[in-house]
C-alpha cells in the first residue's frame, strides 16, 4: 500500500494587515517545515502527525513523506511561501506515483495574499496529480472555514473535537484509519456537508465547558458510534476571516450510504443553528476584571485572559489595555504572557541585565490593540526566546518567541512583563516557566489567548476572565468590518435564515452524493 502525506497548515486573520511569510514557516519555533524523512521527527509529538504516524504503526502501513509546512497563525499567507510548498508537495506526490492513498494534514482556515483558498488550491493541485479515483482525506482544525472547493476535491474530512485542541493526534490517526480502510476496499467514504449562514466567536466554541458548539460536538461523538458512520465533525469556523465561506459547517461521512451523511449533517447543522442566540460573549471590562482579582483571598489564582488579542488567533500581539489597567491599578503579583515589542526588547538588551529602563511598548503593530504605554522597570531575564513544550499541545517540539526579556516593574512582587520579538500563544505552563516564573503562585496571569490556555490553566486557576479589550480576535463579532462575508449571516443580520430546506445556500456541486 503506497500512501504519500503532506501538507501545509495555516490560520488567517485576514484583519493582520501584515502578510505570512516564507520566512515566518522557515523560522523554527515559530513555524515549522519538515521535508522528507525529517517529518518523521514528529514521531511520538503531541501533534497531527504524532497521531498519524502512531497509527500508521499500528496499521502496518508506510508512509511516503514529502513536504509539511506550518506556522503560527497570521495574515494571509504570501504566494512565494504558498507556491514554494504546493509545489514542493505536487513533486512529492508525482515522483512517487502510483499511489493508492493521500493524506494531506491542513488547517482549513489559511487564505492567500491572492487567494482566499488556500486549501482548495492545494487539494486541487494534489488531485490533478493523482486522478480521480485515488482517495485524499485530510484532518482539520476545529475552526476550519470550509471552502465549495475543498468538498470538490477530497474524498473525505474529519475535525478536531477539542477546543483546546488537545485531540490532534487522536484526529490524526482517525483520518489515517479512515484512508487506509478506503484504499482496502473497506469502505466507501460517502460525505455531506453544511455551511450555516453563521459566525460565532472562538471564545463561544470552548469545549473545556459546556459551550453551544460542545452540544453539537457531543452529538458528534455519539453518530460516530453509529454504524455505517466513518466521522462526524463540527466546525466551528474562524470568525477573524472576512471570506464567503467563513462560518459554522458541518460535516458527516459514512460508508457508501449518501443519504444517511446528509440527515446527520443536518441534523448537527440543526443543532447549532437552534442555539444561535446562544454563542454571544460578554467579556468583562478590564478595571472590573483586575479588581476582581486583586480583591480575591490570599492564594487565588486569576487568570485575566486578552482574548481579544491572541497570537494563537494571528493578532499583533501588542495589545497593552490590560497592561495599562495593572499599572493604573497599581497591581501587586502580575506577570504577563507577553507583549511582542522587537524594539522594547532591543533596547532592554542594550541596557543590560539589571538595569532600569523607561520606555513605550506595544500598541506599535497596527493601532488596533490599544496604544503603546510607557512603563518603567528593571530588566531582570534576557532569553533566546525558545523552550520545549511539554503541556497538553504540541509536547515534543519547541516553541519560540523570539529573544524575550523579563521586565520587573513595581519592584519584587510587582508587575512581570515578558516582552518578546515574536508573539506567542501561551497554552502551557511553560510560557511563564521558561522565564523564571511560577504560575501557580501570582495571583494575576494576563495571557494572551483566546481559549487554549485553557487547557493548562483552568486547573491551576482559582477564576478565569475573559477580558474586554481591543483586538483582532475579539468576540464582539459586531464590531468587525466584514465586507466579503456572504449576507445575510446571524448575527450580523438578524433575518438570516436557514432552514433544511435552504440548506447549503448552492455549495451542493461538489459534494460527493
Ligand atoms: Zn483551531
Avoid at 466521522?231 to 471570506?243: H, I, K, N, R
Avoid at 489597567?325 to 532592554?348: E, F, H, P, T, Y
Avoid at 523552550?387 to 519592584?411: D, H, K, N, W
Amino acid at each position: 500500500m503506497r500512501i504519500v502525506t503532506g501538507g501545509i497548515a495555516q490560520e488567517t486573520n485576514t484583519f493582520q494587515r501584515q502578510p505570512t511569510t516564507l520566512a515566518d514557516f522557515l523560522h523554527p519555533g515559530f513555524g515549522y517545515v519538515g521535508r522528507g524523512e525529517a517529518l518523521f521527527d514528529l514521531e511520538g509529538t503531541g501533534t497531527v502527525y504524532g497521531g498519524v504516524f502512531a497509527e500508521a504503526q499500528a496499521l502496518g502501513v508506510e508512509l511516503i513523506p514529502t513536504t509539511y509546512a506550518e506556522v503560527m497563525p497570521g495574515g494571509r499567507v504570501t504566494r512565494e511561501a504558498f507556491d514554494t510548498f504546493r509545489d514542493e508537495i505536487v513533486a512529492g506526490v508525482r515522483a512517487v506515483l502510483p499511489v493508492d492513498g493521500v493524506l494531506l494534514v491542513l488547517h482549513g482556515a489559511m487564505a492567500l495574499e491572492d487567494h482566499d483558498d488556500a486549501e482548495g488550491l492545494l487539494l486541487a493541485a494534489v488531485r490533478e496529480v493523482v486522478g480521480p479515483d485515488v482517495p485524499i482525506i485530510a484532518p482539520l482544525d476545529l475552526h476550519t472555514n470550509l471552502s465549495p472547493e475543498m468538498i470538490e476535491w477530497a474524498d473525505a474530512f474529519v475535525g478536531y473535537k477539542e477546543y483546546p485542541h488537545i485531540d490532534m493526534p487522536e484526529t490524526g490517526a482517525h483520518a489515517l484509519r479512515l484512508l487506509v480502510d478506503a484504499v482496502r476496499g473497506q469502505t466507501r467514504p460517502a460525505m455531506a456537508h453544511v455551511n450555516l449562514p453563521l459566525i460565532v466567536a472562538n471564545q463561544a466554541m470552548v469545549t473545556t465547558w459546556q459551550s453551544p458548539l460542545k452540544r453539537a460536538i457531543d452529538r458528534a461523538r455519539e453518530v460516530e458510534g453509529q454504524p455505517g458512520v466513518l466521522a462526524a465533525t463540527v466546525l466551528g469556523g474562524f470568525p477573524f476571516a472576512d471570506l464567503p465561506f467563513t462560518g459554522v459547517a458541518t460535516i458527516v461521512v459514512t460508508d457508501d450510504a449518501p443519504a444517511l451523511a446528509r440527515s446527520l449533517a443536518d441534523e448537527l447543522a440543526a443543532i447549532c443553528w437552534e442555539a444561535r442566540e446562544d454563542f454571544a460573549i460578554h467579556p468583562t471590562p478590564v478595571d472590573k476584571a483586575i479588581a476582581e482579582a486583586m480583591a480575591a483571598p490570599a492564594g487565588s489564582v486569576y487568570v485575566l485572559a486578552d482574548v481579544a488579542d491572541s497570537g494563537a488567533s494571528g493578532t499583533a500581539g501588542d495589545g497593552t489595555a490590560i497592561l495599562a489597567g495593572l499599572l493604573a491599578a497599581n497591581a501587586r503579583s502580575a506577570a504577563m504572557a507577553q507583549i511582542m515589542d522587537a524594539a522594547a526588547v532591543a533596547a532592554c538588551i542594550a541596557a543590560g541585565v539589571g538595569s532600569e529602563v523607561s520606555l513605550e511598548v506595544g500598541g506599535k503593530h497596527d493601532g488596533l490593540h490599544g496604544p503603546p504605554v510607557v512603563v518603567t522597570g528593571t530588566v531582570r531575564l534576557i532569553h533566546e526566546g525558545s523552550f520545549l513544550l511539554t503541556g497538553p499541545m504540541g509536547a515534543g517540539t519547541v516553541a519560540s518567541r523570539g529573544r524575550t526579556v523579563l521586565l520587573a516593574i513595581g519592584g519584587p512582587g510587582g508587575i512581570e512583563l515578558q516582552l518578546s520579538e515574536l508573539r506567542g500563544h501561551p497554552d502551557e505552563l511553560t510560557y511563564f516557566r521558561a522565564f523564571g516564573i511560577e504560575p501557580t503562585e501570582r495571583r494575576m496571569l494576563v495571557l494572551k489567548s483566546a481559549a487554549h490556555f485553557r487547557a493548562a490553566f483552568e486547573p491551576i486557576a482559582t477564576q478565569v476572565i475573559e477580558v474586554d479589550a481591543p483586538g483582532i480576535s475579539s468576540p464582539k463579532l459586531m464590531a468587525f468590518d466584514y465586507r466579503a462575508l456572504r449576507r445575510p449571516i446571524y448575527p450580523l443580520d438578524a433575518d438570516a435564515s436557514w432552514s433544511l430546506a435552504v440548506k447549503d445556500w448552492g455549495l451542493r456541486k461538489g459534494a460527493k452524493e
